[in-house]
């Protein structure tokens, strides 16, 4: 995957909210671009966010897509993960189901990408619903393990680890586009090397033929 493009001097990264329906997933999204909770939204196939903030002293670019999460638009889920660069994978802590979802989108994410390694959180939703638990904390972090991915337990009506998600997801972009680019630069050392090698040894040999010469 290429490096994130760039908007007016920032960093854009291309984010990609998944899980079933009525998880939560919008008001979340909301909650951290305009701080406030908003307890209905009318879904639709897609909801398109963009904000611009620093993470870790650095601009990020954020263009957030929140996927719609009923069965019928998983043709239309598919579009979207083939340009995502993060994923943020939510399941509801009130609902056992969205839980036992979340491996199934990590399939998808993988047969739609491959063998390629693509950042991903799990973020579990309604936090605040405790007399609601259907979905223990330490499930969520075993299911994260697994994933080998971060996790978090989020409240977008108390605004509890809101912003750690989505930083979270850039910086687990960040790190592997930093890791990506470091092969390459290590490549051409290697290449450079074995120039400097082959431009001493033909200096040898060119050398050793004038000494045999005289």
């Given at each position: 995957?290429?490096?994130?493009s760039?908007?007016?001097?920032?960093?854009?990264?291309?984010?990609?909210?998944?899980?079933?329906?009525?998880?939560?997933?919008?008001?979340?999204?909301?909650?951290?671009?305009?701080?406030r909770?908003?307890?209905?939204?009318?879904?639709?196939?897609?909801?398109?966010?963009?904000?611009?903030?620093?993470?870790?002293?650095?601009?990020?670019?954020?263009?957030?897509?929140?996927?719609a999460?009923?069965?019928?638009?998983?043709?239309?889920r598919?579009?979207?993960m083939?340009?995502g660069?993060g994923?943020?994978i939510?399941y509801?802590?009130?609902?056992?189901?969205?839980?036992?979802?979340?491996?199934?989108y990590?399939?998808?994410?993988?047969?739609?990408?491959?063998?390629?390694?693509?950042?991903?959180?799990?973020?579990?939703?309604?936090?605040?619903?405790?007399?609601?638990?259907?979905?223990?904390?330490?499930?969520?972090?075993?299911?994260a393990?697994?994933?080998?991915?971060?996790?978090?337990?989020?409240?977008?009506?108390?605004?509890?680890?809101?912003?750690?998600v989505?930083?979270?997801?850039?910086?687990?972009?960040?790190?592997?586009?930093?890791?990506?680019?470091?092969?390459?630069?290590?490549?051409?050392?290697k290449?450079?090397?074995?120039?400097?090698?082959?431009?001493?040894h033909?200096?040898?040999?060119?050398?050793r033929?004038?000494?045999?010469?005289?």
């Amino acid at each position: 995957m290429s490096a994130p493009s760039t908007s007016k001097g920032r960093n854009k990264y291309k984010i990609v909210i998944l899980g079933d329906g009525g998880v939560g997933k919008s008001a979340l999204v909301i909650q951290f671009i305009t701080h406030r909770f908003q307890e209905y939204h009318d879904p639709t196939i897609e909801d398109a966010y963009e904000q611009q903030c620093r993470i870790d002293g650095e601009p990020a670019h954020l263009d957030i897509l929140d996927t719609a999460g009923q069965p019928e638009f998983t043709a239309m889920r598919e579009q979207y993960m083939r340009k995502g660069e993060g994923f943020i994978i939510c399941y509801s802590i009130t609902d056992k189901r969205s839980f036992d979802e979340v491996l199934a989108y990590k399939e998808l994410i993988n047969r739609v990408r491959g063998h390629e390694e693509i950042p991903i959180i799990v973020a579990a939703t309604k936090s605040d619903l405790q007399e609601k638990r259907k979905v223990s904390k330490e499930e969520g972090v075993a299911l994260a393990r697994q994933l080998g991915c971060p996790f978090f337990e989020t409240s977008a009506v108390l605004r509890q680890h809101v912003d750690d998600v989505f930083h979270g997801i850039i910086r687990e972009v960040r790190n592997k586009n930093s890791e990506q680019g470091e092969k390459p630069k290590h490549s051409r050392k290697k290449i450079h090397l074995k120039r400097v090698r082959s431009f001493f040894h033909q200096m040898n040999i060119f050398r050793r033929n004038r000494s045999h010469r005289t």
